[in-house]
C-alpha cells in the first residue's frame, strides 16, 4: 500500500513563502514521476509542477519563477518551494506520484491560503 504524507500548508500573506514536502512508504518503484496537482474552489485539478525519474522538471506557466520542486533522491521525497505567493494560488495542493506501471497515488491534500 503506497501512502504519500504531505506537510508545509497553511495561511500566508501576499508576497509570502511557504515549502510542502511529500515523503512516501511503502513499495514505490519503480518511480516514473511525483509532482504536485492543485485545485482551486471551483476549478479542476491542475498540474503546478513535476520531476521525473531523469530529474526533467516541469512547471506549469502561472508558477514559473515563483515555485521551485526539488527532491530527495534518497528519500524519494519532493518539495514545492513556492515564493512571491498570490492569492489566486490559494487552492489545495495534492502531491501525487506516478509509477511506472500505469498507478498514481495521492496525498491527502495540504490547504495553501494566501491571504492579508
Known amino acids: 500500500q503506497v501512502q504519500l504524507v504531505e506537510s508545509g500548508g497553511g495561511l500566508v500573506q501576499p508576497g509570502g513563502s511557504l515549502r510542502l514536502s511529500c515523503a512516501p512508504s511503502?513499495?514505490?518503484?519503480?518511480?516514473?514521476?511525483m509532482g504536485w496537482y492543485r485545485q482551486a474552489p471551483g476549478k479542476e485539478r491542475e498540474l503546478v509542477a513535476r520531476i521525473y525519474t531523469s530529474g526533467t522538471t516541469t512547471y506549469a506557466d502561472p508558477i514559473k519563477g515563483r515555485f521551485t520542486l526539488s527532491r530527495d533522491a534518497a528519500k524519494n521525497t519532493v518539495y514545492l518551494q513556492m515564493n512571491s505567493l498570490k492569492p489566486e494560488d490559494t487552492a489545495v495542493y495534492y502531491c501525487?506520484?506516478?509509477?511506472?506501471?500505469?498507478?498514481?497515488?495521492w496525498g491527502q491534500g495540504s490547504q495553501v491560503t494566501v491571504s492579508s
Open positions: 511503502g513499495i514505490i518503484l519503480p518511480i516514473n514521476a
Open positions: 501525487y506520484l506516478n509509477q511506472r506501471t500505469g498507478n498514481t497515488y
